[in-house]
């Protein structure tokens, strides 16, 4: 019997390639370009891909031994899923690995713009030295996020994880999706949280601060409307994908103190942010970074390599 062939085109962490290679199958981990695989794919069983490599309708059908799509992370953006499963290949990705690392970036903006860190950050290299007095002054009207309330658009697996980091500094959380009802938040020694889950309009109205965790599907999920309704000075921390927000309603909500700030890991038009959103005083930002921690790299890697033997053994 021929041990299956995996091509790994985006990397994965050492640990899911040794567990691979431990179970017998042949893996490349040679990086193909996207141009060249169409020629070199029919060669392999499986391959994994984080989101640079796309796998669409036009290379899956060149592939008549591929079995086996693996993401290694949550979006599926990159594939033709559906098409795939038409062909009979298992398309796979790994949503529970990153959960924890997401939602501690999105405490990482909100603690930050809390007490305006992104700002004083900026701001003390330049002009610590000689408006120190001013700074302080600048950034003296910080809060505390005990007692507000975090609305958690998309309440699966991290929004759960965010859920569970708001309840351990104090907040009070609601949350809205059309799939889940509500959950139990495991909250170690201090023991369960329920959570029923609440309609989008009284997510929108009620928080203080509001986080996403939903895939893009094709249109902003919030837009001018879904603005309308929320507090003025809301804080809108958006780590899912980009394209969930529309960017042109968040820059005028941001301009008119609807919302206060913002806190953005995900951009419309990845690679290339828009400059008004990276420049804007009120914005703290990072470059899609929600997975990237060495626990979560770790996690997704041996969560992808046991689904990819699980799949390829039978």
């Excluded at 903006?109 to 330049?126: C, G």
């Excluded at 002054?137 to 859920?163: D, S």
């Excluded at 569970?164 to 609601?174: E, I, Q, R, T, Y």
């Amino acid at each position: 019997m021929n041990m299956a062939k995996v091509l790994i085109n985006d990397g994965i962490h050492p640990s899911g390639l040794q567990k691979l290679k431990d179970a017998g199958f042949e893996v490349s981990t040679d990086k193909i370009a996207q141009d060249d695989l169409a020629a070199q794919l029919p060669n392999y069983d499986a391959i994994c891909v984080r989101s640079a490599t796309k796998v669409r309708q036009e290379l899956i059908d060149q592939c008549p031994n591929l079995k086996v799509i693996g993401r290694g992370g949550v979006g599926l953006d990159n594939i033709d899923v559906e098409h795939a499963k038409s062909k009979g290949i298992h398309v796979v990705n790994t949503p529970a690995a990153s959960s924890r690392s997401v939602a501690e970036l999105v405490f990482a903006h909100l603690f930050s713009i809390s007490r305006f860190l992104y700002q004083a950050n900026r701001q003390m290299p330049e002009d610590g030295d000689n408006n120190f007095k001013g700074l302080k002054k600048a950034y003296a009207k910080g809060f505390e996020l005990e007692g507000k309330t975090l609305g958690v658009i998309g309440f699966g697996r991290i929004g759960q994880n965010t859920a569970k980091v708001a309840l351990g500094v104090g907040m009070d959380v609601v949350a809205t999706d059309p799939y889940v009802e509500s959950a139990t938040i495991d909250m170690g020694r201090f023991g369960e949280v329920s959570i029923n889950t609440s309609s989008m309009d009284q997510v929108l109205s009620e928080s203080d601060v509001i986080t996403l965790h939903i895939p893009f599907t094709g249109e902003a999920a919030l837009g001018p409307s879904e603005f309308a309704k929320m507090k003025d000075g809301v804080i809108l921390i958006n780590a899912a994908r980009g394209g969930t927000v529309d960017e042109n309603a968040l820059l005028e909500a941001l301009d008119s103190g609807k919302v206060a700030s913002a806190g953005l890991d995900v951009f419309e038009n990845e690679p290339n942010p828009r400059q008004d959103l990276l420049q804007h005083p009120r914005v703290s930002l990072s470059p899609h970074i929600g997975a990237s921690t060495n626990e979560a790299q770790e996690k997704i890697g041996l969560e992808l390599a046991d689904q990819l033997i699980d799949l390829l053994s039978k």
